[in-house]
């Protein structure tokens, strides 16, 4: 439930359905959402934020105030039945709430950045890699210029400031070079890699299984263990001490012309 400042129609602008609870007040008005979900469990409290920070996001400019204290509960369910509210029998899913701007959907970029809600940053940061891409090296002159052209008027003038000097000094410290983008590979690539790790963790297991056997072989104290009395060897012996198959081991007697 939240407390929202505005004319009480801003729920409709952003395309949501109609709540389950809905009243003008003095300040504002107040809207509630009756929602299906358990909340005993963590993944249901993480369910739970994530709404709430949705209409943080989406009413940012309304400036909404969630409502938890039990009073505040109690009154809304005491004007349900009233006139001075209007409620609705409906309990709503998730997916039925999606015009709701969603805060885990948003793209998640480095500490160093200011956040992605920041757009006049990004706009900033955007054109220098244009300007990188069509002259190589940016004047910081050019980036104030911008910025104060387009954003006087939403950030002052030394805040403005900072950011370019944050951005101009990130690709200054870089040489000037923008990051590779990333490209997926097709298919084909990827089924080529898979066959070549698989080749080559193949190829050590062989490795590993010739050196062990060898070892065995060459262990003077193992002979009376891994020999009959005429002098043939015990595969299934050598098998057993190198933890390998017994034709594994007739496979390297045979590369040793032991057999």
């Not at 505005?6 to 809905?22: K, Q």
């Not at 909404?64 to 009233?82: D, F």
């Not at 190589?136 to 387009?150: H, K």
């Amino acid at each position: 439930m939240f407390h929202m400042q505005g004319n009480g129609t801003e729920w409709i602008d952003v395309g949501l359905p109609t709540p389950t609870y809905h009243e003008h007040i003095n300040r504002g008005y107040m809207i509630a959402y009756a929602l299906d979900g358990y909340f005993g469990t963590a993944a249901g409290i993480e369910y739970l934020n994530d709404i709430i920070a949705r209409w943080l996001i989406t009413f940012q400019e309304n400036k909404p105030e969630r409502v938890t204290s039990s009073s505040s509960l109690r009154e809304v369910h005491r004007h349900a039945s009233t006139s001075t509210g209007t409620y609705l029998p409906k309990i709503y899913k998730l997916q039925e709430l999606k015009a709701l701007d969603s805060k885990t959907s948003r793209k998640k970029i480095p500490n160093r950045a200011d956040s992605f809600a920041d757009i006049v940053f990004w706009s900033i940061k955007l054109y220098c890699e244009d300007l990188i891409t069509a002259q190589g090296i940016v004047a910081y002159e050019q980036l104030e210029t911008f910025a104060i052209s387009n954003f006087i008027d939403k950030k002052d003038r030394s805040t403005l400031r900072a950011k370019c000097r944050s951005i101009w000094n990130y690709y200054n410290q870089r040489d000037w070079k923008l990051p590779k983008a990333y490209k997926k590979k097709d298919k084909g690539e990827v089924m080529a890699t898979r066959q070549e790790h698989i080749e080559q963790v193949n190829k050590n297991r062989e490795i590993k299984n010739r050196n062990k056997i060898k070892a065995i072989l060459d262990d003077i104290f193992l002979q009376d263990s891994i020999k009959f009395k005429n002098g043939k060897y015990r595969i299934g012996e050598i098998a057993k001490i190198a933890e390998v198959h017994r034709e594994t081991v007739s496979k390297y007697l045979k590369e040793f012309n032991l057999i």
